[in-house]
């Protein structure tokens, strides 16, 4: 019987594939490649319904490196899922442990880049719930991006405006822990964005 494949080759960086087939090969697991979504990578629906598989959604705008990784992310909650750690924390020791032991099993065939690489060496000694959440690694990933618009906020220093992506203007306060404060000039009132959320700077600093 022709066996199923469950990830298609083109969503994964070259050498990946084989891999990844391996994994999927003895499981009784769906994979959906999902639309662009804002919020997340991707997740597990451990599916409660006993006549239906556990499902591992992906989107499909992600780059190969990090669909690859959002896989291995969400297939470390399979794992603990299936080992019945109902009582894990989401991204605790159990996790940790099944998504440092799949990132390992891809860092030593030379399927990421050196700079790639090096920042995974960081992430998975205590691997967070996104790579989002890891500055530097996502960082390093959106330079394999298909679309570069815009610029990290992280990226811009204090005082200089910047536009968003729903068309307002802000001015850059200063970094408060891992957030940056900004004021809206419109309204005056603060807000705190993620380091890497994608901002325009405005290249007549004298609009106001």
Not at 2 to 10: L, Y
């Amino acid at each position: 019987m022709e066996k199923k494949i469950k990830i298609p080759e083109k969503y994964l960086p070259f050498g990946a594939f084989p891999i990844i087939s391996v994994l999927l090969e003895t499981v009784d697991l769906n994979i959906k490649i999902a639309g662009s979504r804002s919020s997340k990578y991707g997740d597990f629906n451990p599916c409660l319904h006993k006549k239906q598989a556990p499902t591992i959604s992906i989107n499909n705008n992600l780059n190969p490196y990090s669909f690859l990784i959002t896989f291995l992310h969400e297939f470390a909650h399979y794992l603990v899922w299936k080992e019945k750690h109902f009582y894990a924390k989401p991204h605790g020791k159990t996790w940790k442990k099944h998504f440092s032991s799949l990132m390992q099993t891809t860092m030593d065939k030379g399927i990421f880049p050196d700079t790639i690489l090096k920042a995974l060496e960081k992430h998975i000694i205590n691997p967070r719930a996104s790579s989002c959440i890891d500055t530097g690694l996502f960082k390093v990933l959106a330079n394999f991006d298909k679309e570069k618009s815009g610029v990290f906020i992280d990226d811009i220093s204090d005082g200089l405006l910047f536009q968003s992506s729903n068309g307002q203007y802000f001015r850059r306060e200063k970094k408060i822990r891992k957030r940056i404060l900004c004021v809206c000039l419109k309204n005056k009132k603060k807000y705190l964005f993620s380091p890497i959320h994608k901002v325009f700077p405005v290249e007549n600093q004298q609009y106001i």
